[in-house]
């Protein structure tokens, strides 16, 4: 492995600093008859829910796309209650696309977004509610775009998770896998003229560990592995684990560069994976894991438990396996779904390295048959879990039939006394493709549903369930047309209880004005 920036070897990188913030371009929106508002305005029930504080993340709840190192989908304040609603959103890029997959806050409450384009992802530093754009840093293109490019085909671009996923460190720097092999670590700051800017601080090439024959401007006809990098998450040591999606799994020490790694023979990762004190969490296409590290910082693997894979790969899904990103609850459980096939299952594990008996605690069919899979990490909070239908949705790129897309919200509950699960309630909502979130100071489930206009076009809203009953609390309306399809991207909510909503072109944000 390469250092190439690190410890007093500081990059003064300064990238695209704002000399005055810049105000965003509204998303288009068809015309529709749709109204602001469905529902009537929530009342505030709030959930005692709390993770434990990461040594080496910011703040739980706004350091990742799942909120936290638990991968909970659970932020601590509150969310839109339907009182005198606001709305605001910008297109993330000139360019074709601008989704943005990623959304957390600085611990002044700025927000720092991973938005895409066809031409590349892009860091953005936003001002909260406002939108305006303070800083942007330009990160290289992913191998999937130059083959979605290389074979006239946009789907290709959905069927890639690398490069999606970042988090926020103790100091508020963006930690991040890039396609170039590289994993970075970038700061923000504002300089003595207010003038904000991002700059790399460390930059550590695995080019030496991780197989990079990758499609590019100078390599269209690549003949060996490409492997990119899927995600990376500190560990309560201070390593940084990485996996990749042919099923590599290492750790960089940032101290002295050293990277030490495994390959789980035959299995893919595409999803995100979680850590607590107790070890790293990591689900591949065929098996649920805990690693933890060796003295030297060796990955090494706890236990394993195979799961029902299904025979396919299913319309919703990324691969054949778990779409989810493991979830832990507590000291005690984590949870993922599986990718059966007719109906997929939740299911949960005792994750103590130690438990002795069966490791599964339940396994609970959900949704319909031959219409069932989830592509999404669920939200997770003392005993209770709570996921969508993803069955049916591909993508803003590819979805022509809208009758098939999503359908269904549950949640389950683990029993007090271990003995099983039960379903608590089903919505039938329908929210293809959003990272759902739960308020817990208000106890409201957040989610992003469609309801099809005369015009051929959705209206689109973000939807709140009690967490309670799985009653339809409210709809706010975000838009209507494929603008507005949020194409996987994630739901946040901010600090402040603004709700931020990625979409196909841009971010939304909506809040309460009283």
């Not at 003295?295 to 319309?315: C, L």
Request: proline share 5%.
């Amino acid at each position: 492995m390469k250092i190439l920036h690190g410890g007093t070897l500081l990059a003064t990188l300064l990238l695209a600093a704002c000399s005055e913030p810049i105000e965003p371009t509204p998303i288009e929106s068809a015309e529709t008859a749709a109204p602001l508002l469905l529902g009537q305005p929530a009342t505030a029930k709030p959930i005692d829910f709390s993770v434990p504080p990461h040594p080496y993340m910011s703040a739980q709840g706004v350091n990742a796309m799942h909120g936290d190192g638990y991968s909970s989908d659970v932020h601590p304040g509150g969310g839109p209650l339907g009182v005198d609603v606001q709305r605001r959103s910008r297109v993330g890029t000139v360019m074709p696309g601008g989704q943005c997959a990623t959304v957390t806050f600085d611990s002044e409450g700025r927000i720092v977004a991973l938005c895409a384009a066809l031409t590349g992802f892009n860091i953005h530093l936003l001002e909260p509610r406002s939108l305006n754009l303070l800083a942007e840093y330009n990160l290289p293109i992913r191998p999937s775009t130059y083959d979605a490019f290389l074979h006239a085909d946009k789907s290709k671009i959905m069927q890639d998770s690398s490069g999606a996923y970042f988090y926020l460190d103790e100091q508020d720097r963006v930690v991040m896998a890039a396609s170039d092999q590289t994993i970075r670590r970038i700061s923000h700051q504002q300089d003595e003229q207010g003038r904000w800017s991002f700059t790399l601080e460390d930059s550590w090439d695995l080019s030496d560990d991780v197989p990079h024959d990758c499609t590019s401007l100078t390599n269209w006809s690549p003949e060996g592995e490409c492997d990119p990098i899927t995600a990376v998450m500190p560990d309560h040591e201070g390593y940084i684990w990485w996996v990749t999606r042919r099923g590599r799994i290492g750790t960089l020490d940032p101290d002295s560069g050293e990277v030490r790694g495994m390959q789980l023979a035959g299995e893919e990762i595409q999803n995100g994976f979680s850590v607590a004190a107790d070890g790293v969490y990591v689900v591949s296409d065929h098996a649920m894991y805990r690693f933890y590290s060796a003295a030297n910082g060796e990955p090494k693997v706890g236990w394993r438990e195979t799961y029902d894979r299904g025979t396919r790969r299913k319309v919703g899904t990324i691969n054949q396996g778990s779409g989810t990103t493991p979830t832990l609850l507590g000291e005690e459980y984590v949870t993922i779904t599986d990718n059966a096939d007719g109906r997929m299952n939740l299911v949960v594990y005792h994750r103590q390295q130690d438990y002795q008996g069966e490791r599964k605690i339940c396994s609970v069919p959900l949704f319909d048959n031959e219409h069932s899979v989830t592509d999404n990490s669920m939200i997770g909070f003392n005993r209770t879990i709570i996921l969508e239908n993803n069955a049916g949705y591909s993508s803003a790129f590819e979805q022509s039939d809208w009758s098939t897309a999503g359908g269904g919200i549950s949640r389950v509950d683990i029993r007090a006394d271990d003995s099983g699960c039960d379903l608590v309630w089903t919505s039938q909502e329908h929210s293809p493709s959003v990272v759902p979130k739960v308020a817990a100071g208000n106890g409201l489930a957040y989610f992003y549903s469609f309801i099809p206009q005369q015009n051929g076009e959705n209206a689109w809203y973000l939807t709140a369930l009690d967490v309670e009953t799985g009653k339809t609390q409210l709809k706010i309306l975000t838009g209507s047309s494929s603008n507005f399809d949020n194409n996987w991207a994630p739901l946040t909510l901010g600090p402040d209880g603004t709700a931020y909503i990625g979409t196909f072109k841009g971010l939304v944000a909506i809040w309460d004005k009283s």
